[in-house]
């Protein structure tokens, strides 16, 4: 059962359950840190099949399964993760623009279109570009 | 901004963030517990303005706000709540059918839509009905 879903269902969904976020990832030998947007679900696993229909319906993403053996009483879960620019350019962010999210993770949705429009025009690979991303999301 | 909200959207927004319960409540002089059947979504109390939707949208319910001042690190949450029966079995079991939950959370509102069958018909007041109701639940 991987059937599409309707988008406002997954708007709902997602205004309740998924997570837009960026990281800034710096190692030693790199200039500056690596800018990375990804859009993510994560639920527990006997709700993989929703993570599939989800996944359907914006045609792009992974599924993982997630484990942590050190803590045995930690139910596994699946987390859906699209990190990938292009899909996040092409399809999520259309996806939402189209089927708008009404409570508050609009805002972190505005937050991530604005600095995926700055990630397309290669901004982020400069020292100011990162800079205004850091502020865009409050940090120094 | 108390604008309704598409059907769809509420519906994978309650997949997400929504609870369907019942409830036994034995006080020392009842001869029989009283049965409640309640839906309720609870957020933190900068979502309020959806909870607002959500109830204009499905016409029924209350929204409480919750502080629980001996805990001062917890950010107070508002409540949206409906345990009116007849709010229950005539508005929002009729909505959740037209627009059905697609998660793991359907098998919940199919156990609290059995049981409001059942408590329609008063059922709820026989001790045969309350053995029923508790089976439906798992308890013994």
Redesign the interface.
């Known amino acids: 059962m991987n059937s599409k879903?309707?988008?406002?269902?997954?708007?709902?969904?997602?205004?309740?359950?998924g997570c837009f976020s960026v990281t800034f990832n710096k190692k030693k030998d790199m200039i500056r840190p690596e800018v990375r947007l990804i859009f993510e679900i994560e639920?527990r696993e006997?709700?993989l099949?929703?993570l599939r229909?989800i996944k359907n319906t914006l045609g792009c993403g992974n599924i993982y399964h997630l484990r942590y053996l050190r803590y045995s009483k930690w139910i596994p879960h699946y987390k859906y993760k699209v990190s990938n620019i292009k899909d996040i350019s092409e399809k999520v962010i259309p996806f939402f623009r189209k089927y708008p999210l009404?409570?508050?993770k609009k805002y972190s949705f505005e937050r991530f279109y604005i600095v995926s429009q700055l990630v397309l025009k290669k901004k982020h690979l400069t020292n100011e570009g990162i800079l205004k991303i850091r502020r865009i999301y409050g940090l120094k």
Do not use: W
């Open positions: 879903l309707n988008p406002n269902y997954i708007s709902g969904f997602v205004d309740g359950e639920l006997d709700d099949e929703i229909r009404q409570a508050k």
